[in-house]
C-alpha cells in the first residue's frame, strides 16, 4: 500500500507542476512573444544603425582621399580648384576640403581667398582643423601687416592651452609676429619660453636658434 501511496502521491506532484505549469504559460504567454518580439525589434534597429554607419564612414573616407589627390595636384594643375571646391562643400568633410583650400591659395599669396576659405570653416569642433585655420588665418594678417588681428588669435589660442594641438607652433609662429613687428625683447622673451618648455621638440630647438641669434645682435 505505502508503494501505491507514493506512486500516487508522484503522479498527483507531477500534475499538479504541470498545471501551474500550463496556468503560467497561458498568463505569461503574450507579454513573453511582445518582450521578445521588442527585443528582436531593438536589435534590429542597432544591427541597422551600424551599417548606416559603416557606410558612412566609407564614404567619408573616399572622400577625404578624393580630396587629398585632388590639394596634390592644385600646384600643377590649377583648374583642380573647381573639383576641390566642389567637394569642400560636402558634409562632415567640408573643414578639411576649406582648409586644403586655404592652403593653396595662401601658397599662392592670395590673402582675400584664403581669408573666405577659412571663414567658410565651421567653428563648432575645437579640434586640430579648427587650430589649424586659427593659425593660418593669423599667418595671413601677419602677412598684412595687421598684427593685432594675429595677435588677438594667438593670444586666444594660447589662454586655451588646447590639448589636441602643439601650443609650441602657435608660440613659435606668435614670437616670430613679434620680431617681424619690431618687438624684439618680447620676441626673445617667448623664444626662451619655448625653448625651455618645449625642449624635445622641432620648435623647441628652432627657438634656440632664434634666441642666440637675437642674442648676438645686442
Not at 504567454?29 to 542597432?46: H, L
Not at 541597422?48 to 600646384?75: C, Y
Not at 589636441?164 to 618687438?183: R, S, T, Y
Request: aromatic share 10%; with cysteine.
Amino acid at each position: 500500500m505505502k508503494r501505491k501511496e507514493k506512486r500516487q502521491l508522484k503522479k498527483d506532484e507531477l500534475a499538479t507542476t504541470l498545471t501551474k505549469f500550463v496556468k503560467f504559460a497561458k498568463r505569461w504567454t503574450k507579454p513573453i512573444i511582445a518582450a521578445f518580439v521588442a527585443a528582436v525589434f531593438i536589435c534590429m534597429i542597432i544591427l541597422g544603425v551600424k551599417i548606416v554607419k559603416a557606410r558612412n564612414v566609407r564614404k567619408e573616407s573616399i572622400l577625404l582621399n578624393q580630396i587629398f589627390e585632388i590639394s596634390a595636384e592644385l600646384n600643377n594643375d590649377s583648374t583642380k580648384v573647381e573639383e576641390l571646391e566642389k567637394l569642400a562643400g560636402k558634409g562632415t568633410l567640408t573643414r578639411i576640403g576649406y582648409l586644403e583650400l586655404a592652403s593653396y591659395w595662401f601658397e599662392k599669396e592670395e590673402w582675400d581667398k584664403t581669408i573666405e576659405c577659412l571663414q567658410r570653416i565651421p567653428e563648432r569642433n575645437k579640434d586640430i582643423i579648427y587650430y589649424k585655420a586659427k593659425d593660418l588665418m593669423a599667418q595671413v594678417y601677419i602677412k598684412q601687416k595687421k598684427y593685432e588681428d594675429a595677435l588677438k588669435i594667438y593670444d586666444k589660442i594660447e589662454a586655451k592651452k588646447p590639448k589636441n594641438f602643439p601650443l609650441d607652433v602657435i608660440l613659435f609662429h606668435k614670437a616670430q609676429m613679434l620680431e617681424q613687428k619690431g618687438d624684439i625683447q618680447l620676441a626673445t622673451e617667448l623664444y626662451m619660453k619655448i625653448r625651455d618648455e618645449f625642449q624635445q621638440t622641432y620648435y623647441g630647438y628652432e627657438a634656440s636658434q632664434k634666441v642666440a641669434k637675437l642674442e648676438r645682435k645686442k
